[in-house]
T-cell receptor, first 113, second 114 residues
């Protein structure tokens, strides 16, 4: 079982460059999420999608856009990367309801120079 | 706004001993869920244990148990018979009953020594 697959695993960008982080899940989950993890800050929610066709802002959405392409895929785009966006990015998915738990991808280490 | 606080940035324990990681949270809601996630050096996030706020009984999963004190808004994790493989970052997290958003604490780095 693949679970949640993120690509790429590592990326280096120059300030001002754009890129898209890809995420796909094969568990038929409704909800998908993008988090960033910074030292001493824990995981902070960037955007989430409760179902196909819907997206909502989390705690730190500025500088990012997302697309819920279909039920499986949820991409995160940086239009003009900044050094402050250097972080580890995690995609996650879950089944809504009382048995809620998140399944995480393995993360993307992004460095913006 | 809801917050989750982990006041111990780092902890250490000797193999086979018991260690307790602290977590407090702030909310005015009555229905919610609490979680502990483990993040080993591989970076993967792994669910350790889950507690529903409406349940008075503390959750237990093998060597992992919680002490859930709803009035005090405290949710500590006890790891018994610590093993070297328990070395990881541990994150406490909170979620409302009617949302999909999980709010994380800043984490506690646990080192298990032989």
């Amino acid at each position: 079982n693949a679970g949640v697959t993120q690509t790429p695993k590592f990326q280096v960008l120059k300030t001002g460059q754009s890129m898209t982080l890809q995420c796909a899940q094969d568990m038929n989950h409704n909800s998908m999420y993008w988090y960033r993890q910074d030292p001493g800050m824990g995981l902070r929610l960037i955007y989430y999608s409760a179902s196909e066709g819907t997206t909502d802002k989390g705690e730190v959405p500025n500088g990012y856009n997302v697309s819920r392409l279909n039920k499986r895929e949820f991409s995160l785009r940086l239009e003009s990367a900044a050094p402050s966006q250097t972080s580890v990015y995690f995609c996650a998915s879950s089944v809504r309801g009382r048995n809620e738990k998140l399944f995480f991808g393995s993360g993307t280490q992004l460095s913006v120079l | 706004a809801q917050t989750v606080t982990q006041s111990q940035p780092e902890m250490s324990v000797q193999e086979a001993e018991t260690v307790t990681l602290s977590c407090t949270y702030d909310t005015s809601e009555n229905n919610y869920y609490l979680f502990w996630y483990k993040q080993p050096p591989s970076r993967q996030m792994i669910l350790v244990i889950r507690q529903e706020a409406y349940k008075q009984q503390n959750a237990t999963e093998n060597r992992f148990s919680v002490n859930f004190q709803k009035a005090a808004k405290s949710f500590s994790l006890k790891i018994s018979d610590s093993q070297l493989g328990d070395t990881a970052m541990y994150f406490c997290a909170f979620m409302f009953d009617n949302t999909d958003k999980l709010i994380f604490g800043t984490g506690t780095r646990l080192q298990v020594f032989p």
